[in-house]
């Protein structure tokens, strides 16, 4: 191989999470081709200066469809129902138009704050149509430059209750929709919502990731439901469900007994604890539960877990940026994580949320593409305890983004 077109492009002096000194990356054709503490090539050069380089934060629950509200209802809700209800009396009102121009504004944040990878759920029934998911597919086009962006389309407010819904997501699975996901605690037949669910994930060979569990009420769940249909239909690796906040609310003995019933039926769990937080919880007078699912101890125990964005601006969370640095670390103060397991929270948002959507190309490895964000730190443990800036982020060895690293101006 000729020296001058051995690369397109050498990062020098990078800290990775398996590396114990700095390597050099060689990226050819848009993806890496060697790593090794020092590339001899003529190339195109980035100095990285020992800074930590991951392969981008990977977020797998997130609604573009409906974020960004807050100037069109009041947020005050108390309750999960109170939330879908504000959305659903304004969805009918919702044009191609706009679902994408507010799709713009999270995922151009998330793409700023180093996320490469994306699953959005999209919400199909008779009031909203296919016009969100038209928006979402534009959504995916047109930032393909700089995310991968995977479409789940589910029934947020029933299926078997509400007429017309299932034939709107049949439509949408054979227009691109790359996931199904579902709500059973929505549907008058939840049971039945989910063997739907569960046909149609078959019939299409797409993955299953469901929203589940949400309230702290430990006396009935659909989970054992998920993990039968699971197994019975060898789905397993296949399934994942967002929430499950009542596992926060199970003993130690029922809390280990469904660890293992989620590890045997390859089931996976996504925890959201910006909006985890924010609804559960809120009919407490005093010494309010947390609601939050503690995922890297299911981790330890043989469960595939994700931490992920959810709602941004909406009435499920009015606050947010897209940034999954920051929601790992929020998590890791919530979860009381020790210091010794900052790098398994960072994980939450890197490596397990790529196993959970079946990424085969993910990681800093030979073969694989060149997504690549450089963060101002030296450590994945040090990345959640400090917070620092991700300076830059490139797509297939293309620069996606550069942020400039903040300078006092001392007298």
């Known amino acids: 191989m000729n020296a001058k077109t051995a690369f397109d492009l050498i990062f020098r002096n990078v800290r990775t999470r398996s590396s114990a000194t700095t390597v050099d990356i060689g990226i050819s054709g848009g993806r890496i081709a060697a790593i090794a503490p020092r590339l001899e090539y003529e190339a195109a050069v980035v100095e990285v200066g020992g800074r930590l380089a991951l392969s981008g934060f990977v977020d797998t629950h997130i609604h573009l469809d409906k974020a960004c509200l807050l100037g069109r209802c009041g947020h005050n809700h108390g309750s999960v129902s109170e939330a879908i209800a504000a959305v659903a009396a304004m969805k009918r009102e919702f044009t191609v138009e706009d679902v994408y121009a507010r799709g ?6 998330a793409v700023l704050h180093g996320t490469t990878r994306m699953r959005t759920h999209v919400e199909i029934d008779p009031r909203i149509g296919l016009r969100g998911f038209e928006a979402i597919k534009a959504l995916k086009r047109d930032y ?10 589910f029934p947020q407010e029933g299926l078997t209750n509400d007429p017309g819904a299932e034939e709107l997501l049949i439509a949408a699975l054979r227009d691109g929709g790359e996931a199904i996901g579902g709500c059973p605690y929505m549907d008058t037949d939840p049971n039945a919502h989910l063997e739907k669910v569960f046909d149609l994930a078959q019939k299409f060979d797409v993955d299953v990731d469901l929203h589940l569990d949400f309230d702290l009420d430990p006396s009935w769940w659909h ?3 998920v993990c039968r249909q699971t197994e019975q239909r060898n789905y397993q690796g296949r399934v994942a469900i967002g929430h499950a906040t009542k596992l926060s609310a199970l003993p130690p003995d029922r809390l280990k007994a469904a660890t293992a019933l989620l590890a045997k039926s390859g089931v996976a769990v996504t925890v959201l604890p910006a909006t985890d937080l924010y609804l559960m919880g809120r009919d407490a007078t005093h010494n309010s539960p947390r609601g939050l699912t503690v995922a890297h101890r299911l981790v330890e125990n043989g469960v595939v877990c994700s931490v992920a964005t959810n709602n941004v601006l909406n009435p499920f969370t009015p606050f947010g940026d897209a940034s999954l640095l920051r929601m790992a670390n929020f998590y890791a103060n919530v979860a009381h994580a020790g210091i010794s397991e900052f790098d398994a929270c960072l994980d939450l948002v890197t490596e397990l949320p790529a196993r959970l959507m079946n990424l085969r190309d993910y990681g800093i490895a030979p073969g694989n593409p060149a997504d690549l964000v450089i963060l101002d730190t ?34």
Request: charged residues 30%; positive net charge; hydrophobic residues 45%.
């Open 223 to 225: 989970l054992d439901e």
């Open 104 to 109: 713009v504004r999270v995922i151009e944040r």
């Open 378 to 411: 030296d450590s994945g443990a040090h990345a959640i305890a400090e917070l620092p800036d991700v300076l830059m982020g490139f797509k297939n060895g293309r620069q996606v983004f550069e942020r400039r690293k903040p300078k006092l101006f001392r007298p």
């Open 144 to 153: 393909a430059w700089a995310i991968d962006l995977s479409i789940c389309v």
